[in-house]
């Protein structure tokens, strides 16, 4: 362990003295590992790390960090954007990464749920669900390194919010670990039950400050037997809302996911990948990636060629995918979009949301702001309509060094922020507030808010030892 101040070192061997040998970890080198999270952006020492196998051990380990006044951050997969999960506090912080409870406990096709550790990665716990000819309908980019409790701290959304809303809509119970040690046991498959409060909503998206979600019973449903993928081009972001509205109202819902890319996204997806090809006979200002699935007997390719050939006033344009393969080139666009925009590079990540029917004039507004006050930066859209959550990023030009980066960064947000609130929209809709955008929430936090937002921090952690300074301030900055 590096050289720590007496009361600390003196906590951290109690710590290591009363818990399995193997629990925990304070080699330099291995520490390295959990201390930056996927972005690049975020890097933070642990005072050490644990990795408990089991609720019962995490238990213990807690009630010695309260004990000791151990400051404490749990980790998942480190994919989150906010800087949440890495060590920040600054007098330190122990890690406890959950990538040994990893389980999943059972899949139940009858009840259409599944109960699985905070561990697991999300993709192994979609496959489990998939062999009981289920789907854990949670879908995004990362789904190969994150973890279904990161997902659950986060509220996270991803690809298929439209029809099955965010990581809070399919949570039918939760075990977590409070600060103090003790284990809440809310792990219930109920559909409905409306004895008392409903403690698990308030862990949900909770980003780790009140307490560790060590497992969760989740909400599968039945395994789509047709997929159909379509990838559309239009004049304006007004057209792709338009055709949304009249998507939603005749593919009802089968509409599985609804996405938009403005062209320069798939610019930057054609130059990440030399085997990606213009996916129609010439370019547009706008796409839709339309996906829609079904289990029963539909005909959905009829169905959906029909509404496309429907709405040729709007659309000018398309393609529908005429086999698997062909649909997962058509979403490697969108994904390599999103992969390859900062070139290797920093740039800044938003993740905003407006009323859907704002969100065309949000779009027009904010690149029109922006091309007004960084004409040198390159401005990159794309996001998931059916919810109203847009990200809207910004490269720095190639020719701009690095000390430049944080003085752009910082003034774009304020562009892009200024005119979210314009629209009465949310500066997080999916990723979460974490330190990165901590000012920017509680600028914009009405003091009603804040003053029940910790008094139910004091409620679950009164000595503030959980993920203390994310979402809101640490007790030394009140």
């Known amino acids: 362990m590096n050289a720590l101040p007496p009361p600390q070192e003196k906590a951290l061997a109690a710590l290591f003295a009363a818990m399995p040998a193997d629990l925990l970890i304070a080699d330099g080198d291995a520490l390295e590992r959990y201390s930056r999270d996927w972005s690049g952006d975020h890097y933070g020492r642990p005072l050490a790390v644990a990795r408990p196998r089991s609720s019962e051990e995490l238990g213990l380990l807690m009630r010695h960090c309260y004990e000791q006044r151990i400051h404490v951050v749990p980790q998942g997969g480190l994919t989150g954007l906010v800087g949440a999960a890495v060590a920040s506090y600054p007098g330190g912080e122990l890690v406890v990464s959950l990538e040994r409870m990893n389980k999943v406990r059972s899949v139940n096709p009858i009840d259409f749920a599944m109960v699985v550790e ?33 997902n659950i701290s986060t509220n996270a959304g991803g690809f298929n919010v439209l029809r099955y809303g965010m990581s809070r809509d399919l949570v039918l119970g939760l075990e977590v670990v409070l600060a103090d040690g003790r284990i809440w046991n809310g792990l219930r498959t109920l559909r409905k ?31 789509p037997t047709q997929v159909e993928t379509a990838l559309v081009g239009l004049a304006s972001v007004d057209a792709a809302m338009r055709l949304y509205a009249r998507a939603r109202r005749e593919c009802s819902d089968l509409l599985t996911a609804f996405e938009l890319i403005l062209r320069g996204g798939i610019e930057i997806a054609l130059r990440a990948r030399a085997d990606l090809r213009d996916p129609l006979a010439q370019p547009y200002p706008v796409y839709v990636l339309i996906e829609a699935s079904a289990a029963g007997r539909v005909d959905l390719r009829a169905l959906l060629e029909s509404f496309l050939a429907e709405a040729s006033d709007l659309v000018l344009d398309g393609v529908v995918a005429s086999s698997r393969t062909q649909a997962d080139r058509l979403w490697l666009l969108r994904e390599m979009m999103v992969e390859a925009q900062g070139r290797g590079g920093r740039y800044l990540r938003t993740d905003v949301s407006v009323p859907i029917s704002s969100l065309a004039s949000f779009v027009t507004d904010t690149l029109e702001a922006l091309s ?37 960064f910082h003034a774009a947000e304020q562009v892009i922020f200024a005119i979210v609130d314009r629209h009465g929209g949310s500066i997080s809709a999916e990723h979460g507030i974490g330190r990165l955008k901590q000012a920017a929430f509680l600028e914009r936090t009405d003091a009603l808010t804040l003053e029940l937002s910790r008094r139910i921090k004091d409620a679950f952690d009164p000595r503030h030892l959980l993920s203390e300074g994310r979402i809101l301030a640490s007790m030394e900055e009140d």
């Open 193 to 223: 039950d409306n004895s008392g409060y409903d403690l698990k909503q308030l862990f949900i998206g909770s980003e780790g400050t009140l307490g560790i979600v060590t497992a969760a019973a989740l909400k599968v449903f039945p395994k």
């Open 118 to 150: 905070a561990g697991c990665i999300l993709e192994e716990a979609k496959r489990h669900a998939e062999a009981a000819d289920c789907i854990l309908p949670i879908t995004f980019g990362a789904q190969g390194t994150c973890r279904i409790g990161g």
């Open 372 to 408: 007004q006050a960084h004409p040198e930066a390159i401005a990159v859209t794309y996001g998931h309509v059916g919810d109203g959550n847009i990200h809207l990023n910004v490269v720095p030009p190639v020719e701009m060094p690095p000390s430049g980066f944080d003085a752009l």
